[in-house]
């Protein structure tokens, strides 16, 4: 059963892995998830980054350890993980790691709908997405590999072998829905239930 949490956007977990390792100052935090391509797993920006940092604080999972100052830089406050947000942490991932969860991905109400585009329409925009899908997996390909060769470690990796995995799943599965929209008896239907509305 899925817990109710004090703070739900997936970037806190990653904060919270930051703080696991040691003590930091928000901007180094992004930094670094810039630095291990975290950031290619977590849509954010400095902003959405510093408001998560702040409900952690206010649910007391994090505390402000100390402020610091050099003489280039503005004030900078370093945060440390309490025992609450490490137990929060290892509680939250393995109810992620553990329990499938049901997203709803755009393309999937895209999918739900797609009876009313034409047969035609519907083969040329998947057809346009398989190739979109292939040069996504290429590029993972390319980073992944570029990765491996600097020294890193395959468990950093995990996620763009997972990413991977679920774009080549996806090719294949809209390669074999752009041959069933292409049946004659597919598009015989079609034109029975649409083909007055086009």
């Known amino acids: 059963m899925e817990k109710r949490r004090k703070v739900t956007n997936p970037l806190a977990l990653a904060v919270l892995a930051e703080l696991l390792v040691e003590s930091m100052h928000p901007y180094e935090m992004g930094r670094r998830l810039k630095e291990n391509g975290k950031d290619r797993s977590f849509k954010y920006n400095r902003g959405s980054l510093y408001m998560v940092v702040e409900q952690l604080r206010k649910a007391g999972f994090i505390i402000e350890q100390e402020t610091v100052r050099d003489t280039q830089r503005p004030e900078r406050t370093v945060y ?3 025992d609450e947000g490490r137990h929060e942490f290892y509680d939250w991932m393995r109810e992620l790691v553990a329990q499938p969860r049901h997203e709803y991905p755009q ?3 895209a999918l739900s709908l797609l009876s009313v585009l034409s047969p035609a329409d519907s083969v040329e925009l998947l057809t346009q997405r398989s190739t979109a899908l292939s040069e996504e997996a290429d590029e993972i390909r390319a980073v992944v590999k570029s990765a491996l060769d ?3 470690r395959w468990v950093f990796l ?3 072998e997972y990413r991977l995995a679920v774009l080549e799943a996806e090719r294949r599965f809209v390669a074999g829905l752009i041959e069933s929209l292409k049946q004659p008896d597919y ?3 079609w034109q029975e239930i649409f083909g007055s509305q086009t």
Do not use: M, S
């Open 107 to 109: 393309f999937g109400v």
């Open 187 to 189: 598009i015989r239907a």
């Open 80 to 82: 440390a993980l309490t």
């Open 158 to 160: 995990v996620e763009d």
């Open 150 to 152: 600097d020294g890193v």
